[in-house]
């Protein structure tokens, strides 16, 4: 009986083994197979995107266009440090599950495929339509290594690329460079939208530590506008990877201009982060509303950040996603056999305080549908939570989402801890005191590949009565939005293994957190 047991359990393991090496082979640029290895890498984001193999960086070409959004990222498949830059590119209907398709631009001769914008050429301004439907246009950053490495500054030209068929092939423009470098150094990463009062194309293009403004009839000529940035903003490093958008305020009939422009390094905790302006655009030039200094996350992980475009007017989201890394630790944080993730999508809005206007970034509603269960920490009318610990012997914690409520006045400090069995802790926290906002990832697993990974990253920011914490929690990041994204700080870190633990830190008799649910999330690529 024992041996006829084993057999059969023997056997069983061989034919699951030939089924998931089935799956295996037929998984490869699917993103949707189910074998049990895939996607399960030690670090291995769950729920972000992060490409099959090779070095990723920015988002580029984002667009919605006939039921599908586009994510093309900066790309190396030979190796999991950044070189030769391709667009890779996934597909997706909802926003949080990713379909891999084959690269999309491959560099040539003139150069490295850089960051980039895409758009559907709806009345077909570019000429470039075959048949009836609107094709799919790409403007990237030529960068020819070539020519830099001979002390040619001007290396760096912005080319066009051109799809048929709904961006599973492209075709580049023979008459590339369509912007050819005017002899500056930095010259890149063009993000062309379509102005509708003006009926033309606008490219906002990021020069060294200024943008400047083109426009186009047809997507192949463009002139020159205007520059903006001189005296506004940050200018601690080389500025990068621009948008340009018009966003309503909240709670008004107003709608104002935002202008996003990532930058590197000079970020308020070291390294990348992206600042924003907002204003007013006439289709020319960009007037600031004033010239002060704002950034869109205050954390170290989110940079060179964009918007998609061509989402219906019936939807109306504007929603960025954004390279969840910082260039001083970037090609050396721990990894396999890929590097890095996107942040996930976030829906942006505008806010007027003290006559001046703020941006918020919200989890899109999409993401709900990760949900798997909900844990509520809070029980009616008490919320005790014995010595500090709620949960325990959970390494589902490693893939949730926190939705808490403190009230924080006086000498208050509230917030969490994550903690795994070997004791690595990841420490989240508001202070009423000190007025700030602090994530400690010194202890939350590897910090010793750079000296520039810094342990703790501070925000500063004056919460109400109350202050609520919304957090979403991967393998190695934490995406946190203070007071309904008002401040967002997302940091990566690299625990040893999953975290098993949540403590609250409720401050006086543990009876400040007031509301605090927990929901564990499903995997996309399960
Ligand atoms: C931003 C950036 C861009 C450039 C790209 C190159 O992270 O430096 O300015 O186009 O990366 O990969």
Redesign the pocket.
Known sequence: MKIILKITAGLLIVLLTVASCFSCKNRTRSGTADAAGFYHEKYRPQYHFSPESGWM??PNGLVYNDGEYHLFY?YYPDSTV?GP?HWGHAVGTDLVHWKHLPVALYPDSLGYI??GSAVTDRDNTSGLREGTVPPLIAIF?Y?NSKLERSGNTGFQSQGLAWSNDRGRTWNKYQGNPVLPNPGIKDF??PKVIWHEPSGRWIMIL?VHDRVHIYSSPDLKNWSFESEFGENAGSHGGVW??PDLFPLAVTGTSLSKWVMLV?I?PGGPNGGSATQYFTGDFDGHKFTPDNTSVKWMDLGTDN??GVTWSGIPASDGRRILLG?MSN?NYATVVPASTWRSAMTIPRKLSLYTSNGDYFLASSPVNELKNLRADSLPLVRQGNSKTPNGITIKGDPGLSRSELDLDFIATGADTVGIALENELSERLLICYSALSEEVFIDRSGAGDASFSPRFTGIVKAPYKAGERISMHLFVDATSVELFIDDGRLVMTSVFFPSENFSSLKIYPGRNGNLLQKGIVYHLNGIWQ
């Open positions: 960086n920015d900066q950044w830059m850089f960051s950053t960068h890149r990463d990021a990068e990877c990532s590197n940079y060179a390279w260039w």
